[in-house]
């Protein structure tokens, strides 16, 4: 079955703990991406990568950092979490080509940075 | 950013009636997609029309664009308590590429038994 999965579904941890939310993708896609949903706000695009080896920030890097060793797996890390990281995230993943854009996401992973 | 921008933010319909979403967006597009989001889970692709379209059907869904006044709308026919999600329209910009996927703040849609 395509899909792509994320790993904690739910995490709770402290301010400055690092932290790491693996993603990964079953569907050889190139792009992967990650997002942050908050309430009013919608998603908005943390990183994305174009494929191995090639990442670039997106509307709200600050605090993350990613990296793509390989083409099925994008993580998301976390390097000293704050309360207002709080947040939930989605990584999803694309074709180029499918030359569309749709993007197919995980089930997401709710943080929470006491 | 921001570029689609849904209307209204919520909607409460009783089962069997017909939802009707509206998308707004600012700047010219490859295509707009639409995608539904249960509670709490990922957001699931739904439907695409491409720039050149006016008209499209899924099932139950019926998506519009209208290009001139820069909007989207879709229609959920015979709608069903499982409907009952938010749903968010996202805009790709001409390249038509994941990366320029920009996504508005969604219309959460219930429908009641």
Redesign the interface.
């Known amino acids: 079955e395509a899909q ?1 999965t994320q790993n904690p579904r739910y995490l709770i941890t402290v301010t400055g703990k690092k932290l790491t939310v693996t993603c990964s993708q079953n569907m050889n896609h190139e ?1 992967m ?1 990650w ?1 942050r949903q908050d309430p ?4 908005r695009q943390i990183y ?1 990568s ?1 494929n191995v080896e090639v990442t670039d920030k997106g ?1 709200v890097p600050e605090g993350y950092k990613v990296s793509r060793k390989e083409k099925r797996n994008f993580p998301l890390i976390l390097e000293s979490p704050s309360p207002n990281q709080t947040s ?1 995230y ?1 990584c ?1 993943s ?1 074709s180029w080509t499918a ?10 992973s ?1 943080l929470t940075v006491l | 950013s921001q570029q689609g921008e849904e209307d209204p933010q919520a909607l409460s319909i009783q089962e069997g009636e017909n939802a009707t979403m509206n998308c707004s967006y600012k700047t010219s597009i490859n295509n707009l997609q639409w995608y539904r989001q249960n509670s709490g889970r990922g957001l699931v692709h739904l439907i695409l029309i491409r720039s050149n379209e006016r008209e499209k059907h899924s099932g139950r869904l019926r998506v519009t664009l209208d290009t001139s006044k820069k909007s989207s709308s879709l229609l959920i026919t015979a709608s069903r308590a499982a409907d009952t999600a938010s749903y968010f329209c996202a805009t790709a910009d001409r390249s038509g590429s994941a990366r320029q996927l920009t996504f508005g703040s969604g219309t959460q849609l219930t429908v009641l038994p």
């Open positions: 792509v792009y991406s997002y009013g706000l919608g998603l994305y174009m509307d939930l989605f999803a694309s030359n569309t854009g749709e993007l197919f996401f995980g089930e997401g709710r």
